[in-house]
């Protein structure tokens, strides 16, 4: 009799793992959303007023504003310090889309400043070009640091400079809530820091949404009016031009359990990103954190030369990369024509060739991760 062996495949690997937190937390969140459906205020319901109060918390900061996405925070922010037309908001050009987009929806001009080629953040240097190169028909206004892969950007030396030029400074954090710089949170670092719950960041919901943090006790008020069609005393006043950038009462309920566990999650996510840093720093460069600073790791971010062709190989071994971002801001089409630090992108135009993502979430076992730093060491070698 012959015998068939049949080995199995080995299980493919998630770049995030969404699922394996879903079930951890799937009985809370169903009792959660249970009572919002009890008690039917899906709009604005008592979740949202807890949620704001413990998202100011974990950013230290008095107020928080929860709203329908990270895009809309940064819009309430921009708007809030009545930035429109005829200003210059300067934004990294190595950055998801809607850092920039923000601004152009408000009627203002983003214009792009490189980033530093260890951390990949804005560069403080660039942005002092970028302010001296503004073309004369712009007024400075603000600054947007996007906190990239889930670490903060130097908002000391950006603050610094923010300060110098009369800019607001808005900390772009969406993939960076619950990271800290010298002691001090994501949320505390910025005059207002918005963040995004889209579900693959960090800290996501079940759908869209996000939130703006201040510690200033007006631009709260001015927020929670725009946030609601510019409301003044009662509903149907209306003290200045606004939208309909509320979160959803589920959104709130789901978020509450999910900010119970993302202390762990964070320490989870750490763990990996330290046995990554020690099991590949020979064979690829691998990310570089702001001196003082904490990541949540929204991205495991690595550098290599040849990395198309890893990335293909890698892919064949299943083991899934991302690339973020293959193309910048200032070379996409509707962004190409905005004004730039005079010095040119030149290391946002590098980076762009040559980094990509690992799997990375807080439920990456030791032994998927020792499968993917195998199959990087081999291709990286045999490429070499
Ligand atoms: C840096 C950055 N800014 C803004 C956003 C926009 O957030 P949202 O998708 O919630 O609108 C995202 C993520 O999507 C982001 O990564």
Redesign the pocket.
Known sequence: MRMIVVTAAPAPIPFIDLKTQRLRIAGKVEVALKKVLEHGAFVMGPEILELEKQLAQWGGVKHALACA??????VLALMARGIGPGHAVFVPAF?????AE?AVLVGATPVFVDILPDVLTMDPASLERAIAGCPKDLTPKAVIP???FGQPADYTALGAIAARHGLTMIA????SFGASLNGKAVGALAEMT?????P??PLGCYG???AVLTDDDELIEVLRSIRNHGQGRDRYEHARIGFNGRLDTMQAAVLLEKLAIFADEIEARDRVAQRYNQLLSEVVDTPVVIKGGTSVW?QYTVTTANRDAVIKALGALGVPTGVYYPTPLHLQGPYAHYPRDPAGMAVTEDKMGHVFSLPMHPYLDEATQDRIVAAVRQVVESQA
């Open positions: 996405s990270g895009t809309d925070a940064l950055t998801f889309v809607a850092t923000a996007v906190d990239l772009d954090a969406a993939q918005t963040t995004s719950f889209f693959a960041k869209d949404g996000g929204a």
